[in-house]
């Protein structure tokens, strides 16, 4: 290794102080200090400048001992430091001193590149000595800025594919009602054909509950584009019953399905919990909806939806279904989405489902054995100091 050059300038403090041993110590150091180190004084005027250092600026050491230390810097933090020395003199406040600092250092061809930059300072024969190490940066900064490319075209890109999943989520969640309202109306022009005061009855029922459907299209539409914009649910005690036997009337006119037998057994005061009304509907309706088109072959078909207080602050629901129920053997998770076995079915149903139900706080589990009729339970916190219905 050469080298490296003690500079004259540096002299008087070694001469007096140090022995020949501390010389060839300073020289390895500056030698082999992996950093790029410069040693100045009050004035600024190198005193030292290390083999790393004559790399990195493309420098010799002797080319810039003797000068002022503002010939490695950009012409804008030559300001800087002028202005940080004077302040540093006569207030003797730390700007950099023991903090470090990113600054733009200037190479011998005049190229400018960062540097981290940290300062040291010693004191010798009533002089300051600054030590200054610096590590050039530019491949860091380069990385740096890529990540954060990278991270803005990701963001970018979930932003899309959120706006996607909302749109076919939006779709599926229309799709109950909608086709709800086909439904009513259609039985409500079949008794038409042969009107009587008693059809009648059915069929203002059926107008009825075609209107409630479509206002219910309606609230879908409002909560989910709420939803977006405020990213959270509306949460307010809910009766957890009324809820239940909307979705029992429902299914008993099969959805646009098969019509399935609809046992319903929901504990008497049943505690509130607190949730948003609709978006707990759509999740039982989903689940309904699945076991009536999973039950088209199956005879005797059955549907049992329980609700009960577990006592502990929580509040079960079960859909149970006697249909094919789930090949557990699949390797996929039946709430992942777009999984579907049905033909033009999206598979979001179930996703969609337990999103709602993660985002009320609670869990929804599939607790059939495979093939055994769908079995789904859900767990949700009752409402702290509701007063029960
Ligand atoms: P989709 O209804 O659009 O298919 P879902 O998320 O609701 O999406 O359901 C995904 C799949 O899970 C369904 O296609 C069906 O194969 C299966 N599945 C859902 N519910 C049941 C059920 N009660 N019994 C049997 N299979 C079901």
Same mark, same amino acid.
């Given at each position: 290794?050469?080298?490296?050059?003690?500079?004259?300038?540096?002299?008087?403090?070694?001469?007096?102080?140090?022995?020949?041993?501390?010389?060839?110590?300073?020289?390895?150091?500056?030698?082999?200090?992996?950093?790029?180190?410069?040693?100045?004084?009050?004035?600024?005027?190198?005193?030292?400048?290390?083999?790393?250092?004559?790399?990195?600026?493309?420098?010799?050491?002797?080319?810039?001992?003797?000068?002022?230390?503002?010939?490695?810097?950009?012409?804008?933090?030559?300001?800087?430091?002028?202005?940080?020395?004077?302040?540093?003199?006569?207030?003797?406040?730390? &700007?950099? *001193?023991?903090? +470090?600092? $990113? !600054?733009?250092?200037? =190479?011998?061809?005049?190229?400018?590149?960062?540097? @981290? %930059?940290?300062?040291?300072?010693?004191?010798?024969?009533?002089?300051?000595?600054?030590?200054?190490?610096?590590?050039?940066?530019?491949?860091?900064?380069?990385?740096?800025?890529?990540?954060?490319?990278?991270?803005?075209?990701?963001?970018?890109?979930?932003?899309?594919?959120?706006?996607?999943?909302?749109?076919?989520?939006?779709?599926?969640?229309?799709?109950?009602?909608?086709?709800?309202?086909?439904?009513?109306?259609?039985?409500?022009?079949?008794?038409?054909?042969?009107?009587?005061?008693?059809?009648?009855?059915?069929?203002?029922?059926?107008?009825?509950?075609?209107?409630? &459907?479509? *206002?219910?299209? +309606?609230? $879908? !539409?409002?909560?989910? =584009?709420?939803?977006?914009?405020?990213?959270?649910? @509306? %949460?307010?005690?809910?009766?957890?019953?009324?809820?239940?036997?909307?979705?029992?009337?429902?299914?008993?006119?099969?959805?646009?399905?098969?019509?399935?037998?609809?046992?319903?057994?929901?504990?008497?005061?049943?505690?509130?919990?607190?949730?948003?009304?609709?978006?707990?509907?759509?999740?039982?309706?989903?689940?309904?909806?699945?076991?009536?088109?999973?039950?088209?072959?199956?005879?005797?078909?059955?549907?049992?939806?329980?609700?009960?207080?577990?006592?502990?602050?929580?509040?079960?629901?079960?859909?149970?279904?006697?249909?094919?129920?789930?090949?557990?053997?699949?390797?996929?998770?039946?709430?992942?989405?777009?999984?579907?076995?049905?033909?033009?079915?999206?598979?979001?149903?179930?996703?969609?489902?337990?999103?709602?139900?993660?985002?009320?706080?609670?869990?929804?589990?599939?607790?059939?054995?495979?093939?055994?009729?769908?079995?789904?339970?859900?767990?949700?916190?009752?409402?702290?100091?509701?007063?029960?219905?």
């Amino acid at each position: 290794m050469k080298d490296t050059q003690i500079p004259t300038d540096m002299s008087p403090f070694l001469e007096t102080e140090a022995s020949g041993h501390l010389r060839s110590l300073l020289r390895s150091i500056l030698g082999s200090v992996p950093d790029a180190m410069i040693v100045i004084d009050e004035a600024g005027i190198i005193l030292a400048f290390s083999r790393a250092a004559e790399d990195l600026f493309g420098y010799k050491a002797e080319a810039v001992t003797g000068r002022n230390v503002s010939m490695l810097m950009t012409t804008a933090d030559r300001v800087h430091h002028d202005r940080y020395m004077d302040n540093y003199m006569t207030t003797g406040e730390k &700007q950099i *001193i023991g903090i +470090g600092r $990113i !600054v733009q250092a200037q =190479r011998a061809s005049g190229e400018s590149f960062p540097v @981290e %930059l940290k300062i040291g300072e010693a004191r010798l024969h009533g002089r300051r000595l600054f030590t200054g190490y610096l590590r050039d940066i530019t491949r860091q900064q380069a990385d740096a800025h890529r990540i954060s490319e990278m991270q803005a075209e990701l963001a970018n890109f979930s932003r899309l594919s959120a706006v996607g999943t909302m749109a076919s989520a939006m779709a599926h969640e229309l799709n109950q009602p909608l086709t709800a309202v086909a439904n009513y109306l259609e039985a409500a022009r079949d008794m038409l054909e042969s009107p009587d005061p008693e059809t009648m009855d059915l069929v203002r029922e059926a107008l009825n509950a075609a209107t409630a &459907q479509s *206002i219910r299209a +309606g609230q $879908i !539409v409002r909560r989910l =584009r709420d939803y977006v914009s405020r990213g959270e649910l @509306e %949460l307010r005690p809910v009766t957890l019953t009324e809820i239940i036997s909307e979705v029992v009337s429902l299914a008993k006119i099969g959805l646009g399905g098969r019509v399935a037998r609809v046992i319903e057994r929901v504990d008497e005061n049943l505690p509130v919990v607190l949730g948003d009304r609709v978006q707990l509907r759509q999740v039982l309706l989903n689940l309904v909806k699945n076991a009536i088109e999973a039950l088209q072959d199956t005879d005797n078909p059955q549907i049992w939806i329980s609700a009960k207080d577990t006592g502990s602050g929580r509040v079960l629901i079960s859909v149970r279904d006697n249909g094919p129920g789930f090949d557990l053997s699949e390797d996929h998770d039946p709430f992942n989405p777009f999984h579907s076995s049905k033909p033009g079915g999206m598979g979001l149903g179930l996703s969609i489902c337990q999103t709602i139900v993660e985002a009320h706080g609670g869990t929804i589990r599939l607790t059939s054995p495979s093939g055994e009729g769908a079995s789904f339970e859900i767990s949700i916190e009752t409402a702290p100091g509701a007063p029960s219905p």
